[in-house]
């Protein structure tokens, strides 16, 4: 008389050699996450600053009694801060600040004094130099950086 079906056995190794496959196979997708991740996170910090630049640029055509005044984004560490003047000045109601998250800053900032300004009535760049012109955003924890140039008028693209 035959037997039909699988030993114990049989089951056991191909369970185990299935579990082998399996962990080899989620190595490699738990480190593309990961990095997705970061990614997302410097892309969500770049929204922000670009926040800043578009809040910045566009106030340079609101008249402030009937002249057009230039604005400006300054850089620091933790936060962006968009202004309005030719000075970046700490503390001001019309400041509007975009904190950076925990363990992420901006450094390598290309910028006369940190700050990003822009002229009055056009929403370009004071002072934009092509080859100069530009920041990076570091994630502390990794020691990652990620890149960005500035064209004239304020729009940031990756590096």
Do not use: C, H
């Not at 196979?25 to 630049?53: H, L």
């Not at 998250?101 to 934009?128: C, H, I, M, R, Y």
């Amino acid at each position: 008389m035959r037997r039909t079906g699988f030993t114990l056995i049989e089951l056991v190794i191909v369970v185990a050699i299935l579990g082998m496959m399996f962990s080899m196979i989620r190595i490699p997708w738990g480190s593309f996450f990961v990095k997705n991740d970061k990614t997302m996170v410097a892309g969500r910090i770049n929204e922000r600053i670009y926040a800043a630049y578009i809040k910045a640029a566009s106030r340079t055509f609101l008249e402030e009694g009937g002249d057009m005044v230039p604005a400006g984004v300054f850089f620091e560490e933790g936060k962006v801060t968009s202004f309005v003047g030719d000075v970046y000045l700490s503390g001001l109601i019309e400041n509007e600040e975009y904190l950076l998250p925990s363990g992420w800053q901006v450094v390598d900032v290309k910028f006369l004094n940190s700050t990003l300004l822009f002229v009055a009535g056009s929403g370009e760049v004071f002072n934009w130099a092509t080859e100069s012109s530009g920041f990076s955003i570091l994630n502390t924890g990794t020691g990652e950086i990620f890149s960005y140039e500035v064209n004239n008028w304020g729009v940031a693209d990756e590096v």
